[in-house]
Every structure is written in C-alpha cells, then in structure tokens.
C-alpha cells in the first residue's frame, strides 16, 4: 500500500499507515459483500473439463506444474542431466501431443473455436518453453524459463476447466493456418 502512496504519505508514523491499511482492507471487504457472485460459480468447471480426455489433460498440467515448480524453487544447472529431468521432458512431450489431439478432437466437433485454438497453441507452446529450459546457461535463466513454463501449465488448466464466457470467434485457420 505504501508503494503507491505519494510521497507526502511517506512520512507517516506506522500508527497512520497501519490505520490506513486497515481502513483500505475494511472498504475492500464490504465492496467485495455487495458484489453479487451468481450461485455455484465457486466451483463451476466447464463441461468439456468432465470428459475423460480432458479432466486427463488438466490432471497432468496440473501435475506438471507442480513438478515445474519444485524444480523452480531451486533451480540448478544440474537438473538437466538429471533423470527426473528426462522423464519430465518426456511428459511435457506427451502432454503437447494431448493438447493437439484436444484441438483436433474440437475440430473435429465443430464446437468451440476458442479452446480448440488455445490447446493448439498451448500444444506448439509447450515444446519451445521446454527447448528455453534446456537452453539456459545459469541458474538465473533456468529458474526464469521454468517460470515461464509453469505459467504455460497453469494456462492449460485453466482453458480446460473454465467455463466459456462468450465465443470470441476466432478461427484457427487465421491464427495458424488449416491445421
């Protein structure tokens, strides 16, 4: 909060700031009870999301994320001559070729053109992020390429299990070409 305060704020006494944190905090809190939530949108997950394949999809990005993540907590040169680094690779391979599957599998359906040009995306995605993995020459540039790939995993959750909002339109076949 302070961050954004003017520099006449700056000065104040903790006492000030506290108060100031608290009353910001209160206000936030009672907007927050007077905006309604439509029922069940805590836990709504789009329908494509129950389907086998799919809740597949979102159960190994999320896996993966996770795995991305420990990895990311320490990164270290050395993670890539390690074997769990093969097997990851290997993982993050297969679940590139789930997605494109998705995307053909929508196409195929005729249905929507927003998640089916998203997994195809995510599907291209997910091998660049990982050839940025094993190109890095620190730890610094492992740790921000590992970054990069567990926000790609938390996107391929989050296109799968969220329900549509509205149909944008969007065609593949000017995003990508007749794939």
Known sequence: MVAFAPQSCMSQSFVS???MSQTFMSLAFLFALAVP???GADNAVSAISREPFYA???TTAGRLEHQTDAFAAKPTMALLGDARFATYAQAIQALSDADMKG???LKAR???N???CIMMGVSLDLPKKL???RAAKSDAELGTALSNMSALLSDNVDVIVTPATADSGLDCVIEFGNR
């Open 37 to 39: 939530v439509p029922a």
């Open 17 to 19: 700031q506290s108060f």
């Open 103 to 105: 995307h053909l599998d």
């Open 110 to 112: 005729g249905t929507d």
């Open 56 to 58: 597949g999809i979102v």
């Open 131 to 133: 050839d940025a993995i």
């Open 114 to 116: 927003d998640l089916k």
